[in-house]
């Protein structure tokens, strides 16, 4: 029996949803992001790349690829390897490429300041062998090739403690 003027009570609103579930997640992810950016940028640090500058590598490692590019007679890699603002010496190199019968690093890379070294090289070509000396400098954080010269020339490598003598 029902009253007049009288009606039933809505339903109770339905309960809201509990949410503990997408608050551990979205916490959780906040977690890992913060763990990956650390590690990411500042130790190890594996998201920066690798030290280009390397000075133990670097200059050794395109002394060392100069040669393997007279060696092959690549002019594309020696191309590669040059410096933007690299002297004709190169150039003129690089086109003379196809004459080198071989090439071979000629001691140690010398440093002459933290952003250059230089290294000699022993080139065979059309039956005589001379040094010539290659100055290797950062350029955009990477190692090039700038100029070659005659081993002979005052531009050869010396320590710093070596004179020139007369």
Same mark, same amino acid.
């Not at 997408?22 to 500042?42: K, N, S």
């Not at 070294?117 to 090039?144: D, K, L």
């Not at 100029?147 to 003598?165: A, E, L, Q, V």
């Given at each position: 029996?029902?009253?007049p #003027?009288?009606?039933?009570a809505?339903?109770?609103?339905?309960?809201?949803?509990?949410?503990? #579930?997408?608050?551990? #997640?979205?916490?959780f992810?906040a977690?890992?992001?913060?763990?990956?950016?650390?590690t %990411?940028?500042?130790?190890? #640090?594996?998201?920066l %790349? =690798?030290?280009?500058l390397?000075p133990?590598? %670097?200059?050794?490692?395109t002394a060392?690829?100069?040669?393997?590019?007279?060696?092959?007679?690549?002019k594309?890699?020696l191309?590669?390897? =040059?410096?933007?603002?690299a002297?004709?010496n190169?150039?003129?190199?690089?086109?003379a490429v196809? =004459?080198?019968?071989s090439a071979?690093?000629d001691g140690?890379?010398?440093k002459?300041?933290?952003?250059e070294y230089?290294s000699?090289?022993?080139?065979?070509?059309q039956?005589s062998?001379?040094p010539?000396v290659?100055?290797?400098?950062?350029?955009?954080?990477?190692?090039c090739?700038?100029n070659?010269?005659?081993g002979d020339?005052s531009?050869?490598?010396?320590?710093?403690?070596?004179t =020139?003598?007369?």
């Amino acid at each position: 029996m029902t009253y007049p #003027g009288w009606q039933y009570a809505p339903p109770p609103p339905p309960p809201k949803p509990k949410r503990t #579930g997408l608050w551990v #997640g979205l916490t959780f992810a906040a977690a890992v992001l913060l763990a990956l950016l650390i590690t %990411g940028f500042v130790a190890p #640090g594996f998201f920066l %790349g =690798k030290n280009k500058l390397d000075p133990a590598a %670097g200059p050794s490692k395109t002394a060392q690829e100069i040669v393997d590019g007279l060696n092959h007679q690549d002019k594309a890699s020696l191309t590669g390897l =040059k410096c933007a603002d690299a002297v004709s010496n190169v150039d003129s190199a690089v086109r003379a490429v196809d =004459k080198v019968d071989s090439a071979s690093v000629d001691g140690a890379v010398v440093k002459v300041s933290e952003t250059e070294y230089r290294s000699t090289m022993q080139v065979s070509s059309q039956g005589s062998t001379n040094p010539f000396v290659n100055t290797i400098v950062s350029e955009n954080e990477h190692w090039c090739w700038k100029n070659i010269s005659n081993g002979d020339s005052s531009d050869s490598p010396r320590s710093p403690t070596t004179t =020139k003598s007369a």
